[in-house]
């Protein structure tokens, strides 16, 4: 039975890897590329007092839009869908999936407001393939753990 037990720990193996190592290869790529994305895009302004900057999206078809901000005050922002935001030290990031419209940064402030912005799209490639990989890896998880306890079982019994 000690082919079962080899054949179990490869399975196990490959389901790991095809789990926990495509995955995060995944998101580094997509980080890269939203962020150089991003970096390409940037643009400094200073807003005057009750002055706006509009931004258009359009993330109706595969592409998913990200738009970043950075103010020295903070600002109003109309047009963004609803939970779609996120804060951080280095600024406040929209990620929309889907739908279009424009998003609008306002300044309501009685003074002129430093503004850096920029938007890109991120495109995903062949994400229907590489989902099914990381799925097809969950069951090779449990098959290759069932054959390697079974196949250490059955040589111990030897």
Do not use: C
């Not at 030290?89 to 402030?109: C, K, Q, R």
Request: charged share 10%; aromatic share 12%.
């Amino acid at each position: 039975m000690q082919v079962l037990l080899v054949a179990g720990i490869v399975v196990l193996v490959l389901g790991l890897v095809l789990v926990f190592g495509l995955y995060p290869y995944i998101d580094s790529q997509a980080t890269q590329e939203i962020t150089n994305g991003l970096n390409a895009n940037m643009t400094s302004k200073l807003l005057d007092v009750n002055s706006s900057i509009s931004v258009p999206y359009n993330a109706n078809g595969k592409g998913i839009f990200i738009f970043y901000y950075n103010s020295s005050y903070p600002l109003e922002v109309q047009g963004a869908p609803e939970n779609d935001s996120s804060v951080s030290s280095a600024g406040t990031y929209y990620v929309i999936p889907n739908g279009s419209g424009e998003i609008t940064l306002i300044d309501n402030w009685s003074h002129p407001v430093s503004v850096k912005y920029s938007s890109t799209y991120y495109f995903v490639k062949n994400g229907g393939i590489l989902g099914v990989l990381i799925l097809a890896g969950i069951p090779l998880i449990i098959i290759g753990a069932f054959m390697t306890i079974f196949g250490f079982i059955r040589r111990r019994q030897r």
